[in-house]
T-cell receptor, first 114, second 112 residues
Framework: AQSVTQLDSQVPVFEEAPVELRCNYS??????LFWYVQYPNQGLQLLLK??????LVKGINGFEAEFNKSQTSFHLRKPSVHISDTAEYFC????????????FGTGTSLTVIP | EAGVTQFPSHSVIEKGQTVTLRCDPI?????LYWYRRVMGKEIKFLLH????????ESGMPNNRFLAERTGGTYSTLKVQPAELEDSGVYFC??????????FGPGTRLTVL
């Protein structure tokens, strides 16, 4: 089974500053990787995904993530955050071959400070 | 296209009572998943349906939880009898293929 680590439970950042939310996973088998965002009082929204191809993936709202197989990481970045990016962010991994359950990290709460 | 819907959005019950959560997947999605997040912890897999069949129920915590998917459309998750540790947010997701999953807004269950 996979395990997913989001080392930072809370990340405060000033508006217009860059941010990186870290995600590491345990297994070296072929995986699919996802970032989801949960805005206050809403459900999980897909931010971006890596299935295959280019290791740099671009998502909605100016976010991007880079798949690093050797370091088993999939860190999420944004060069300039906005107040509306305040939310909880979840990294998820699934096994490419069985593709059933997703394994989630514990989430990172991003707070953008005006 | 309508997204995944879940009902109710919130449920508060007493220990020992029964609660039934409902999920309506995106139309045409054969794969339906249930997950649960206990406060402060990671979102954990409960089970996976392909159409009306249970493909994987390895995450179901115990036999107080019963999931069904009638006719391969909507799904219900019944907890009977509910215990305090069942409190959390229950998410449903659906997928047309075994890669991307689309999540509903969740049902927040509080057992007193």
């Amino acid at each position: 089974a996979q395990s997913v680590t989001q080392l930072d439970s809370q990340v405060p950042v000033f508006e217009e500053a860059p941010v990186e939310l870290r995600c590491n996973y345990s297994s070296s088998v072929s995986v699919y990787l996802f970032w989801y965002v949960q805005y206050p009082n809403q459900g999980l929204q897909l931010l971006l995904k890596y299935l295959s191809g280019s290791t740099l993936v671009k998502g909605i709202n100016g976010f991007e993530a880079e798949f690093n197989k050797s370091q088993t990481s999939f860190h999420l970045r944004k060069p300039s955050v906005h107040i509306s990016d305040t939310a909880e962010y979840f990294c998820a991994v699934s096994d490419q071959w069985t593709g059933n359950q997703f394994y989630f990290g514990t989430g990172t709460s991003l707070t953008v400070i005006p | 296209e309508a997204g995944v819907t879940q009902f109710p959005s919130h449920s508060v019950i007493e220990k020992g009572q029964t609660v039934t959560l409902r999920c309506d997947p995106i139309s045409g999605h054969d794969n339906l998943y249930w997950y649960r997040r206990v406060m402060g912890k990671e979102i954990k897999f409960l089970l996976h349906f392909v159409k009306e069949s249970k493909q994987d129920e390895s995450g179901m915590p115990n036999n107080r939880f019963l999931a069904e998917r009638t006719g391969g459309t909507y799904s219900t998750l019944k907890v009977q009898p509910a215990e305090l540790e069942d409190s959390g947010v229950y998410f449903c997701a659906s997928s047309p293929h075994r890669d991307t999953q689309y999540f509903g807004p969740g049902t927040r269950l509080t057992v007193l």
